[in-house]
Nanobody
Framework: VQLQASGGGLVPAGGSLRLSCTAS???????????MGWYRQAPGKQREVVAI???????NYEDSVKGRFTISRDNTKKTLYLQMNRLAPEDTAVYYC?????????WGQGTQVTVSS
């Protein structure tokens, strides 16, 4: 597995979680030059982008998570993060991390986030 995601779980509405995604095996040396992102897929829905961070640290967020979620990266640890605060039931989904650069598009295995009402 080249991108290993972790940190999902079951939380009550209003709670917080921090997801992590660590690069390994062959892409760790490329991590710092990859645009990284978090995506999610809820049951019966298409996968959607949640947040993107580029190689210079610039970020973009899906409208519904602005002000609640923060994406960040630590290039020395080859790790991508998603801090999720004020979680709501509609945030329930499998969350995937993704890394991209020219000629490379890598997905992690997904981590389940469930928010109870």
């Amino acid at each position: 597995v080249q991108l290993q995601a972790s940190g999902g779980g079951l939380v009550p509405a209003g709670g917080s979680l921090r997801l992590s995604c660590t690069a390994s095996r062959g892409i760790s040396s490329s991590f710092r030059v990859m645009s990284m992102g978090w995506y999610r897929q809820a049951p019966g829905k298409q996968r959607e982008v949640v947040a993107i961070i580029d190689i210079d640290g610039g970020t973009n967020y899906e409208d519904s998570v602005k002000g609640r979620f923060t994406i960040s990266r630590d290039n020395t640890k080859k790790t991508l993060y998603l801090q999720m605060n004020r979680l709501a039931p509609e945030d329930t989904a499998v969350y995937y991390c993704n890394g991209r650069r020219a000629g490379l598009d890598v997905w992690g295995q997904g981590t389940q986030v469930t928010v109870s009402s």
